[in-house]
């Protein structure tokens, strides 16, 4: 079983900023990408920002310049760096772990985080 573990949310000023990490555990062999996802009250959960095991990175229009995507393929962890925070960046954001593959050969999977939440006040 896989598991990710997502930190680092909580409130923030309007311009601040944020980290989040999220750690995936378990039998894993490989993560193809790894990503973040949001959800806002009353929206649909939205593409923020994705990453290869490659490098290879893919940002929302909404977010380019202010956020970086970054990971660590040894400890299967990813960051979001998020920079001049807006009142609608206020979400839930998810991680997630898209085809992987676990030691016992099982998959590709795709696994999510229970999220964590980020508010932006004004």
């Known amino acids: 079983q896989v598991q990710l573990v997502e930190s680092g949310g909580g409130p923030v000023q309007a311009g601040g900023s944020l980290r989040l990490s999220c750690a995936a555990s378990?039998?894993?062999?490989?993560?193809?990408?790894m990503g973040w996802y949001r959800q806002a009250p009353g929206k649909q959960r939205e593409l923020v920002a994705t990453?290869?095991?490659?490098?290879?990175?893919n940002y929302a229009d909404s977010v380019k310049g202010r956020c970086t995507i970054s990971r660590d393929n040894v400890k299967n962890t990813v960051y979001l760096q998020m920079n001049s925070l807006k009142f609608e960046d206020t979400a839930v954001y998810y991680c997630?772990?898209?085809?992987?593959?676990?030691?016992?050969?099982?998959?590709?999977?795709?696994?999510w985080g229970q999220g964590t939440q980020v508010t932006v006040s004004s």
């Open positions: 378990g039998s894993i062999w490989r993560i193809n990408t």
């Open positions: 997630n772990a898209d085809q992987v593959i676990t030691t016992n050969s099982r998959g590709p999977n795709t696994y």
């Open positions: 990453i290869t095991s490659g490098g290879s990175t």
